[in-house]
């Protein structure tokens, strides 16, 4: 449903009040603490009003200010979808596959298509199938359909089939290796898969 000027405006204010709310917490503490996490909720905001174009500026001034964030799995699913309506098709490819790294259910949840059934190692909650119900989209909504067949052929594509199976791999050794100094060799090697993944693409993200 389209929304009303009214309610525009009002989404385009909380945006506002949220970006000066991390100013003043800059400017106060000369860093950004966000223990609130309100640096989140502007990429669904832009969504929401389809401003598109705003959205990709917040987001590189996200990666800018925050670059070691890894991000909420919903809200890498935000800056993908982001990217891909700028037409930055490329770093939207790479934002892709770190949103499957860090839920390998949700694309699937969003494609409405059955899930890969793998026991594997999940570190938090956020890995696990249940955080898919914080996921606002869904395939059957008719302003996202370019955006549906684009990311169907993503998650088909040869090398996103290569890296995630790579993913699932390290993932199911995680689950009952006990070793310290194994589990941090796979860890390096799941945190080269990104590396992989760009490196394939031959294209760094925004």
């Known amino acids: 449903m389209a929304l009303t ?7 385009k204010q909380k945006i506002t009040r949220i970006r000066k709310a991390l100013a003043a917490e800059k400017r106060r503490y000369g860093c950004y603490d966000d223990s609130r996490g309100i640096r989140y909720l502007p990429p669904a905001l832009y969504i929401q009003i389809a401003d598109f174009s705003g959205g990709f500026t917040y987001l590189r001034w996200f990666h800018k200010n925050f670059p070691d964030d890894c991000g909420l799995p ?5 800056w993908m979808l982001i990217l891909f309506m700028n037409e930055k098709l490329n770093d939207a490819e790479i934002k892709a596959f770190e949103t499957f790294c860090s839920n390998t259910y949700l694309l699937d949840r969003f494609l409405d298509q059955p899930s890969i059934s793998v026991e594997k190692y999940e570190c938090s909650n956020m890995e696990g199938e249940a955080y898919c119900t914080y996921l606002k989209y869904s ?3 008719d302003s996202l359909s370019l955006f549906v067949t684009w990311l169907r052929g993503v ?3 040869k090398k996103f089939v290569n890296l995630s199976s790579k993913f699932f791999t390290i993932r199911k050794q995680l689950l009952s290796e006990k070793d310290r100094a ?9 945190r080269q898969l990104k590396t992989e993944f760009v490196s394939w693409n031959d294209k760094t993200i925004q």
């Not at 000027?5 to 989404?11: A, F, G, H, S, T």
């Not at 194994?182 to 799941?190: G, P």
């Open 139 to 141: 395939c059957a909504d």
């Open 74 to 78: 919903d809200f890498l699913f935000e």
């Open 155 to 157: 998650i088909k594509s």
């Open 182 to 190: 194994i589990r941090s060799a796979l860890l390096e090697q799941e």
């Open 5 to 11: 000027p009214y309610r525009i405006e009002q989404v």
